[in-house]
């Protein structure tokens, strides 16, 4: 089994709507969580942290649940640049471990 | 915005030559990493650098592979001789402490030919 699954998509979703993703991941002993986004052909880049708690940027909102070994992701009125794939990555002891990423296109 | 800086952006080699790939990292990071990501497959975990050694690796990050930290401020990677399979895209990246999320250089492009 993996240990950072994601649905590889592509999600296409139209200028506007809410879009959501999720990811889970196998081992109980990692310790922070992140969302980071890629272009294609360029490096990856934090979007955004993941509390359990839950939080918010913008029109970004992002959860996690320990219990069940979840991350999810929230886009809210997507715009025509949030095209792009993103990641779903956790942090367990020294290593930061991505999943394959969901690919999204926003259409006009 | 601190940045990772990675030397070249591109790097065209023969088989079986040794390549060696550049990283300054961000100046106040502790932990350093590479990564690589073959066209079109998902970012794989090479090596993580911390107090002047390896933390961990991969299984990917095998004999033909080796770190160093020369001075200060470079982070490289070396790959001695290069195979066909070896053409992809290197990330190296750094962070502040374990748990911190990593800032990544915007890569380098390495073809073996």
């Known amino acids: 089994r993996k240990e950072v699954e994601q649905d590889p998509g592509p999600f296409n979703v139209p200028e506007g709507a809410t879009v959501a993703f999720n990811c889970t991941y196998s081992n109980s002993a990692s310790q922070s969580f992140f969302w980071y986004r890629q272009d294609c052909r360029k490096e990856p880049k934090l979007l955004m942290s993941v509390y359990s708690s839950g939080n918010e940027d913008g029109r970004f909102t992002a959860q996690l649940n320990r219990a069940s070994q979840y991350i999810s992701l929230l886009i809210r009125d997507s715009k025509l640049s949030d095209s792009a794939t993103y990641l779903c990555v956790v942090n367990r002891d020294d290593k930061i471990i991505f999943g394959k990423g969901t690919r999204l296109h926003i259409l006009p | 915005e601190p940045e990772v800086t990675q030397t070249p952006s591109h790097q065209v080699t023969q088989m079986g030559q040794e390549v060696i790939l550049r990283c300054v990292p961000i100046?106040?990071?502790?932990?350093f990493y590479w990564y690589r990501q073959i066209l079109g497959q998902k970012v794989e975990f090479l090596v993580s650098f911390y107090n002047n050694e390896i933390s961990e690796k991969s299984e990917i990050f095998d004999d033909q592979f080796s770190v160093e930290r020369p001075d200060g401020s470079n982070f490289t990677l070396k790959i001695r001789s290069t195979k066909l399979e070896d053409s992809a895209m290197y990330f190296c990246a750094s962070r502040k402490d374990s748990q911190g999320a990593g800032t990544f250089g915007s890569g380098t492009r390495l073809t073996v030919v």
């Open positions: 100046s106040n990071h502790l932990y």
